[in-house]
Nanobody, 115 residues
Framework: QVQLVESGGGLVQPGGSLRLSCAAS????????MGWYRQAPGNQRELVASINVGGITNYADSVKDRFTISRDGASNTVALQMNTMKPEDTAIYFC?????????WGQGTQVTVSS
């Protein structure tokens, strides 16, 4: 059973920055891809950013040029740097790891953007 442990959520003012981190219990290069989804109240879970085993990244249009996903094989972590944050970024953020059709999920971390 893969464990994914997220950290770094919290409250930030509009225009501010937060960095989320996801630590995996195994070698992250075993996964086809990893990344982050988010879910706001009343909304469906949406993909925010992903990085595949080859290092190719993908972003939702709403976060392009503001968020950056990265990984560190030495520590088996994936990070999401979030800059120029907006109130509409408020959501629970979930780390995931995909192997073929199987997804493992973190417990989620709350991100709130508010003045």
């Amino acid at each position: 059973q893969v464990q994914l442990v997220e950290s770094g959520g919290g409250l930030v003012q509009p225009g501010g920055s937060l960095r989320l981190s996801c630590a995996a219990s195994t070698n992250i290069f075993m996964f086809n891809d990893m990344g982050w989804y988010r879910q706001a109240p009343g909304n469906q879970r949406e993909l925010v950013a992903s990085i595949n085993v080859g290092g190719i990244t993908n972003y939702a249009d709403s976060v392009k040029d503001r968020f950056t996903i990265s990984r560190d094989g030495a520590s088996n972590t994936v990070a999401l740097q979030m800059n120029t944050m907006k109130p509409e970024d408020t959501a629970i953020y979930f780390c995931y790891a995909r192997t073929l059709r199987h997804y493992d999920w973190g417990q989620g971390t709350q991100v709130t953007v508010s003045s």
